[in-house]
């Protein structure tokens, strides 16, 4: 059920919108059309008391030889008259409710009627079982001897205008849900814009600030937003600037360090020192270089992926490592160039000194480009696949610290194309080997 249940404000409120109008239609007409006919056939019976007694008055005037002739006169429509000398109306064996009221109602809107014996009966329904909702037949006992009967036909049923009522409170309706349907649009457009604005956040070297207009609540959270945007910024800078100045100071006293050992010229720990002191050094560099790339403002441009995919293969085999590719010959992105470069050079180095060759693939799927970087080497331990991408980190089985680098390449990687607006995945491949799942958009906003 949870499965089938919209899952956006605008279609769950479309939803209850249809099913509490559909529910609230349909008890109105039905309102309007209990209403209607009590409405009808209230003026039906006071129609057909005034015939019963005009049409009694005019019979009673005449003399009794003429009087059933002039009933059969005045007979016509829904009403068929009889002058008789004895009632031809029997009363019911059970005095139906319904049809005592009827006597009531009709005594009432006639009160020339009270005092005369009225008998206000109906034949049995077809099978036997109560009487014909549809015949009833009256009989009024004349002052001077003899019964004015009456055979009246019951208008009743569905209204002529039923079907003009339903449909026009339908398309009532229906101008309901589409006014509704465009006011929540226009409700939840901020919702999507704040959406937006932070899958942006930080894509480019720049907060992507959300634009102040609209109601007084959209925009006091639109500038609550865009402040904290700026703050988280703010934030970040001040790190990164720290952690820049306090790896360039290390290499001082790491300096000092290298020239004391080598007043230890002849000790047997001095290789063991300057290995420490070169692993030091190689870290503080790449970390200079890392917390410098976070800073460096290179502008967006278009260029060719499949190019700079091609440079880098081209590079690999040059240095005598096993790389392929397989991309179009032209797939425009936009970009920055470097950055992207160095990304995908780090994944493809890391693919080749562990796998000993790379494969690569490039694909385009939709708006994003897939770049697909396999090896064959020994892969990485499942609960390890995220971990790799955090700072300093290696796997000692098979990707020690004496196979080189300091566990930087997989992060800068995640961090250049998480800046694009894309991300990196890592899965181990059957029956061995690591795959390097890149996704791309086509184009970032600069």
Do not use: C
């Not at 006014?179 to 720049?206: E, H, K, Y």
């Amino acid at each position: 059920m949870k499965h089938f249940w919209p899952d956006t404000i605008q279609s769950r409120t479309i939803i209850v919108l249809l099913i509490g109008l559909g529910v609230f239609h349909v008890l109105s007409l039905w309102t309007y059309q209990v209403g209607l006919r009590s409405e009808i056939d209230l003026t039906n019976e006071n129609r057909l008391a005034e015939r019963l007694v005009s049409i009694k008055r005019a019979i009673l005037a005449l003399p009794v030889d003429e009087r059933d002739g002039i009933a059969h006169s005045l007979s016509g429509g829904p009403i068929e008259v009889h002058w008789s000398v004895v009632g031809l109306t029997a009363t019911n064996a059970a005095d139906d409710p319904e049809l005592a009221a009827l006597r009531s109602r009709l005594v009432e809107m006639a009160p020339e009627l009270v005092g005369q014996r009225l008998i206000v009966a109906a034949p049995r329904a077809v099978g036997g079982h109560g009487v014909d909702p549809h015949q009833i037949q009256v009989s009024i006992r004349a002052t001077d001897g003899g019964w004015v009967n009456f055979s009246v036909t019951r208008l009743s049923g569905p209204h002529g205008t039923s079907h003009g009522v339903f449909f026009s409170t339908t398309l009532m309706a229906l101008g309901v849900v589409l006014v509704s349907v465009l006011m929540v649009r226009w409700l939840t457009r901020p919702l999507r814009i704040f959406g937006d604005a932070a899958r942006q956040t930080f894509v480019g070297n720049q907060a992507a600030e959300v634009r102040v207009e609209g109601p007084k609540e959209v925009r006091d959270l639109a500038e609550a937003f865009n402040d904290m945007q700026r703050r988280i910024k703010r934030l970040i800078d001040d790190r990164t600037q720290t952690l820049a100045a306090v790896s360039h100071d290390l290499k001082t006293p790491l300096t000092r360090l290298r020239l004391r050992a080598a007043e230890l010229d002849g000790h047997a720990s001095v290789p063991e020192i300057e290995a420490d002191l070169d692993e030091m050094e190689a870290m503080l560099d790449a970390s200079l270089m890392f917390l410098r790339g976070e800073q460096v403002s290179e502008p967006v441009r278009d260029f060719d992926l499949s190019a700079l995919l091609e440079t880098i293969k081209d590079d690999f085999v040059d240095a005598g490592r096993a790389v392929a590719l397989v991309a179009p010959p032209r797939l425009r992105v936009s970009g920055r160039h470097l950055s992207l470069k160095r990304a995908f050079t780090n994944l493809i180095w890391n693919a080749v000194r562990y796998g000993k060759q790379a494969h690569i693939t490039l694909d385009l799927k939709d708006r994003d480009v897939l770049v697909v970087i396999d090896d064959d080497g020994p892969g990485i331990p499942q609960d390890q696949l995220e971990a790799v991408f955090a700072p300093f980190t290696r796997i000692e089985t098979s990707r020690s610290r004496e196979t080189g680098g300091v566990g930087l390449g997989l992060t800068i990687a995640r961090t250049v194309l998480r800046g694009h607006g894309g991300d990196v995945e890592l899965h181990n491949r059957r029956p061995r080997g690591l795959r390097a799942a890149v996704r791309l958009p086509v184009g970032i906003d600069s």
